[in-house]
T-cell receptor, first 113, second 115 residues
Framework: GNSVTQMEGPVTLSEEAFLTINCTYTATGYPSLFWYVQYPGEGLQLLLKATKADDKGSNKGFEATYRKETTSFHLEKGSVQVSDSAVYFCALSRPYNTDKLIFGTGTRLQVFP | DTEVTQTPKHLVMGMTNKKSLKCEQHMGHRAMYWYKQKAKKPPELMFVYSYEKLSINESVPSRFSPECPNSSLLNLHLHALQPEDSALYLC??????????????FGPGTRLTVL
């Protein structure tokens, strides 16, 4: 079946540290891949997306590359800020079907000054 | 306008009450969604409307009743809920249901507490 696996959190970093949050997926066909972010007490916001192999999504200093050979879509940021503290969800959308998002379990990021 | 709005922000209700959650978008999106999110969990899909017709019901109990009066509005009617239904209820919309590369835009959610 289709699924998304994320690294367990929380991920705790100091400000300006490098961030990687791992995400791997299982899917038939060619899914679209997304990273959503949820700040405390808020809904989900799309952070970035990639719709085909080797695409790189980027936004607000975050980036992720769609790697079909390793079925991965790892989220990276070169220098995190306290304001990046949130829960990050990796998700996939199945092709040629209803675009039911399949979410990973989420990874909490805590950034300290 | 790239916003999905939801009202109310917070709702407390008893198990015998009837209440409604409202969602609105003005992006011209033709697919709208209801999700339920428990603490420290990802959102779980409840319902999908496509072109104002219900296309997915993820085996949701009948005490939750969705309604799509027009392409911009989505309601979720609540009746005889249980305490375990307490959660954050998220609304989302996307341009079309069947185009997988279209991202979903989420509202801020309604925090529901059932006493």
């Amino acid at each position: 079946g289709n699924s998304v696996t994320q690294m367990e959190g929380p991920v705790t970093l100091s400000e300006e540290a490098f961030l990687t949050i791992n995400c791997t997926y299982t899917a038939t066909g060619y899914p679209s891949l997304f990273w959503y972010v949820q700040y405390p007490g808020e809904g989900l916001q799309l952070l970035l997306k990639a719709t085909k192999a080797d695409d790189k999504g980027s936004n607000k200093g975050f980036e992720a590359t769609y790697r079909k050979e390793t079925t991965s879509f790892h989220l990276e940021k070169g220098s995190v800020q306290v304001s990046d503290s949130a829960v990050y969800f990796c998700a996939l959308s199945r092709p040629y079907n209803t675009d039911k998002l399949i979410f990973g379990t989420g990874t909490r990021l805590q950034v300290f000054p | 306008d790239t916003e999905v709005t939801q009202t109310p922000k917070h709702l407390v209700m008893g198990m015998t009450n009837k209440k409604s959650l409202k969602c609105e978008q003005h992006m011209g999106h033709r697919a709208m969604y209801w999700y339920k999110q428990k603490a420290k969990k990802p959102p779980e899909l409840m319902f999908v409307y496509s072109y104002e017709k219900l296309s997915i019901n993820e085996s949701v109990p009948s005490r939750f009743s969705p309604e799509c009066p027009n392409s911009s509005l989505l309601n979720l009617h609540l009746h005889a809920l249980q305490p375990e239904d307490s959660a954050l209820y998220l609304c989302a919309s996307s341009q079309e249901e069947t185009l997988s590369y279209n991202e979903q835009f989420f509202g801020p959610g309604t925090r529901l507490t059932v006493l």
